[in-house]
C-alpha cells in the first residue's frame, strides 16, 4: 500500500479520535478540561496555507494597537482573554484550511454517536427532573460546572439541527423532536427566545419556501412553547414576566433617550453603563478598555469576588469594578430570584466590543460572516435544504453570544464548529463537490 495512502489514513484517524474526545468532553461534567483541550483545534486543521498565514500577520497588524493597549493595562486580564478566546479565533483566522480538514474527516460518524449520548442524556434528565421537581432543569449527568443548563440547551438545538438535516425518515423526526424537548426541558428563556428569532429570521431571509417553512416554523415554535407551559408553568411566566420587564426597558431607551435602571434587567443595564463609559472616555471606543476588563468571562473569573482562579492574582480594572460588579456580585446572588438569565451581565458581543473596541470588533464580524460562508460552500449542490439550516444554526450563535459569554465557552464553540460543517453531510455526500475551499 502507498505510504503516503497511509500517512494520510493514520492523520485522518488521529483527527477523528481528536474530535471525538473534544465533542464526548464538551457533554462530560468536568467540561473544563474542554479549555487546555480546545488548544487541540491547531492538530485538526493541520498544515495551513501562505496566504492564509500572510492575511494572520495582517490581521495581528491590524489590531496590535488593541492589543498593546489591553497588555499595558492589564496582561494578566488580556492573557487570559485570550487563552479562552483561542478556538473561536483561531478557527476564524484559519477558517479555509478548517474547512478543508473537517471535509477529509467524516465527522458526521462521530456526530451521530453524540446525537444518541444527548439523548441518553436527556432521557435521564427528564427522570431526573420528575423524581426531583426542586430541581432547576433536566441536566442528567450533564453536570452543573461551566454553563450548566443553558450550555446543555445549546447542544440540544445544534444537536436537533444537525438531524433534521439528515434524509426525512420517522426516525431521524422522533430524533429531531426528542432533541428540541430536551431543550425545553432546560429551561434556558434565552436561548428559547435565540432559537425562535433564528428559526423566523431563517424562514423569511434564506429559506427557498418561505411561507411553508416560516408556518412549518411556527407550528413546531408553539409545540414547543405549549410543551414548556405544560413541564413547568411557573418557570415560563418568570420568563415571560422577565421578558416584558426587558421589552420595556428597550422601549424606554428608544422613547426617552435615557435607562431607567430601576427594575431594569442587569443584562440590559451592562449596555446602558457601557455607553455611559464610552461617554466619559471616547478614546476607547476603538481600542477598548482591554481584553478581559469588562464583562468577559475572563473579567469575572479574575475579580476576586464572583469567581477567581487561585493559580493567578486577582486583577480588575476601574471600568469592571465601577460599571459591572455592582450589577453580579456574590452580594446580588445572596438575594432571591436575582440570578436569571436577563439579570446577567454577560454577552459576548459586548465584551468583545467594550473590552477590544469597534476595530477588532469589525473584524471578528467579518471573520465570522467569511466562516459563515465557507461552511455553505463546502454544501454539495444536490442538498437544497441544508442552507436553510446552517444559516439557522449561525443565526442561532450570533444571538447565543449576545446573550451570554458564550466564545469564552470552548464546550460550546467547539461543537458548534463541528455541527455546522456536520450538516453539510457525510464524505459520500460531498464526494461530488471537491472544489477546494480557499480565500
Not at 179 to 187: D, K, P, V, Y
Not at 246 to 261: E, K, L
Request: with cysteine; glycine share 8%; aromatic share 14%.
Amino acid at each position: 500500500m502507498n505510504r503516503g495512502y497511509k500517512e494520510s489514513t493514520l492523520l485522518i484517524n488521529k483527527r477523528r479520535a481528536l474530535i471525538a474526545m473534544l465533542l464526548v468532553g464538551s457533554i462530560l461534567p468536568l467540561k473544563q478540561l474542554m479549555v487546555p483541550a480546545g488548544l487541540c483545534v491547531s492538530f485538526i486543521i493541520g498544515r495551513l496555507k501562505k496566504h492564509e498565514i500572510v492575511s494572520f500577520f495582517t490581521v495581528v497588524g491590524v489590531a496590535l494597537l488593541p492589543l498593546a493597549i489591553s497588555a499595558y493595562r492589564a496582561p494578566v486580564n488580556l492573557a487570559t482573554s485570550l487563552f479562552l478566546l483561542f478556538p473561536f479565533i483561531y478557527m476564524l483566522l484559519f477558517r479555509a484550511s478548517a474547512v478543508n480538514a473537517l471535509r477529509k474527516v467524516d465527522v458526521t460518524r462521530i456526530l451521530d454517536f453524540v446525537v444518541y449520548l444527548l439523548i441518553f442524556n436527556g432521557t435521564i434528565g427528564l427522570v431526573q427532573y420528575g423524581l426531583y421537581r426542586h430541581d432547576d432543569a433536566a441536566i442528567g449527568f450533564y453536570g452543573r460546572s461551566s454553563l450548566q443548563g443553558h450550555g446543555l440547551a445549546i447542544l440540544y438545538f445544534m444537536a436537533a439541527l444537525y438531524v433534521l438535516s439528515k434524509p426525512f425518515r420517522k426516525v431521524n423526526a422522533a430524533k429531531a423532536g426528542m432533541l428540541l424537548i430536551f431543550m425545553i426541558s432546560c429551561f434556558y428563556g434565552a436561548g428559547l427566545i435565540a432559537a425562535i428569532l433564528a428559526l423566523g429570521l431563517s424562514s423569511l431571509l434564506f429559506s427557498n419556501n418561505k411561507i411553508k417553512t416560516f408556518l412549518v416554523s411556527t407550528v413546531i415554535l408553539v409545540f414547543l412553547g405549549v410543551l414548556a407551559w405544560l413541564i413547568s408553568p411557573g418557570t415560563m411566566k418568570y420568563n415571560y414576566t422577565v421578558l416584558l420587564i426587558f421589552v420595556d426597558g428597550i422601549f424606554n431607551i428608544i422613547t426617552t433617550g435615557t435607562a431607567d435602571t430601576h427594575g431594569m434587567p442587569r443584562k440590559l443595564t451592562a449596555w446602558t453603563s457601557y455607553f455611559q463609559a464610552i461617554a466619559e472616555a471616547p478614546s476607547n471606543i476603538i481600542a477598548g478598555f482591554g481584553g478581559g476588563t469588562y464583562n468577559s468571562r475572563a473579567a469575572f473569573l479574575l475579580n476576586g469576588d464572583y469567581s477567581s482562579l487561585s493559580f493567578l492574582p486577582v486583577s480588575f480594572t476601574e471600568v469592571h469594578r465601577d460599571y459591572v460588579m455592582p450589577l453580579w456580585s456574590t452580594h446580588i446572588l445572596s438575594q432571591a430570584y436575582s440570578d436569571g438569565t436577563m439579570n446577567q451581565p454577560f454577552s459576548s458581543v459586548l465584551a468583545l466590543l467594550a473590552e477590544y473596541g469597534v476595530l477588532v470588533f469589525s473584524l471578528v464580524l467579518i471573520g465570522y460572516m467569511s466562516l459563515w460562508k465557507k461552511v455553505l460552500e463546502a454544501l454539495p449542490s444536490s442538498r437544497k435544504k441544508i442552507p436553510y439550516l446552517i444559516n439557522t444554526l449561525f443565526v442561532f450563535f450570533a444571538f447565543i453570544c449576545l446573550f451570554d459569554n458564550i466564545l469564552e465557552y470552548p464546550e460550546i464553540v467547539i461543537p458548534f464548529i463541528f455541527f455546522s460543517f456536520g450538516i453539510t453531510g457525510s464524505e459520500q455526500e460531498r464526494k461530488t463537490h471537491r472544489k477546494e475551499i480557499t480565500y
